[in-house]
């Protein structure tokens, strides 16, 4: 089955700075790309998503690129602020998937004011 | 309506109890799923069904019971619990088979086993 790593494991930036996480997954047939967005005791949230015949998205201050022959896909946030703190799982879906998103472990990330 | 609504928000029962967590959405999607999510952990499969049948069982305990009802609703019986059973109880839902939809994910309900 698909296997998805997730780096760093926690994260602190200063606000204004970029926040950037990795993940790297293992099925080539994988073709989905969500990221969720946890905050404490919350729900996660899709934030943004890419599919494999995409190589980059942007959505306002959050970017992911995908890298296919790497399998690759990193999370970009831009001038980050402290409602950013939460935790980010990657996720990756292979064609065959019947629906299984595979999370990656996640990450911590702490904006510092 | 663009929400997972799940109740309820919380539930403590005994390891003799049966209880069930209700899961609701009524934005068309044809995939529901419930999730297991632990502290500090990303959320953990535990059954999906698509179009109203059970496509996946994670090979979950029996104590976990699933069922589908209708297009729109969701429910997780639960019967005879551990206290290792304590956790987050996600319901989620998608546009369809496949799994390249994004999931929208319900508040959850916290179960705490004593």
């Known amino acids: 089955g698909e296997n998805v790593e997730q780096h760093p494991s926690t994260l602190s930036v200063q606000e204004g700075d970029s926040a950037v996480i990795k993940c790297t997954y293992s099925?080539?047939?994988?073709?989905?790309f969500p990221w969720y967005k946890q905050e404490l005791g919350k729900r996660p949230q899709l934030i943004i998503d890419i599919r494999s015949n995409v190589g980059e998205k942007k959505d306002q201050r959050i970017a992911v690129t995908l890298n296919k022959t790497a399998k690759h896909f990193s999370l970009h946030i831009t001038e980050t602020q402290p409602e950013d703190s939460a935790v980010y799982f990657c996720?990756?879906?292979?064609?065959?998937?019947?629906?299984?998103?595979?999370f990656g472990k996640g990450n911590q990330v702490v904006v510092i004011p | 309506d663009t929400e997972v609504t799940q109740t309820p928000k919380h539930l403590v029962m005994g390891m003799t109890n049966k209880k069930s967590l209700k899961c609701e959405q009524h934005m068309g999607h044809r995939a529901m799923y419930w999730y297991k999510q632990k502290a500090k952990k990303p959320p953990e499969l535990m059954f999906v069904?698509?179009?109203?049948?059970?496509?996946i069982n994670e090979s979950v305990p029996s104590r976990f019971s699933p069922e589908c009802p209708n297009s729109s609703l969701l429910n997780l019986h639960l019967h005879a619990l551990q206290p290792e059973d304590s956790a987050l109880y996600l319901c989620?839902?998608?546009?369809?088979?496949?799994?390249?939809?994004?999931?929208?994910f319900g508040s959850g309900t916290r179960l705490t086993v004593v």
């Open positions: 996720a990756a879906v292979p064609y065959y998937g019947n629906n299984r998103l595979a």
């Open positions: 989620a839902s998608s546009r369809g088979d496949g799994g390249n939809y994004g999931y929208t």
């Open positions: 099925d080539s047939a994988s073709n989905y």
């Open positions: 069904y698509s179009y109203e049948k059970l496509s």
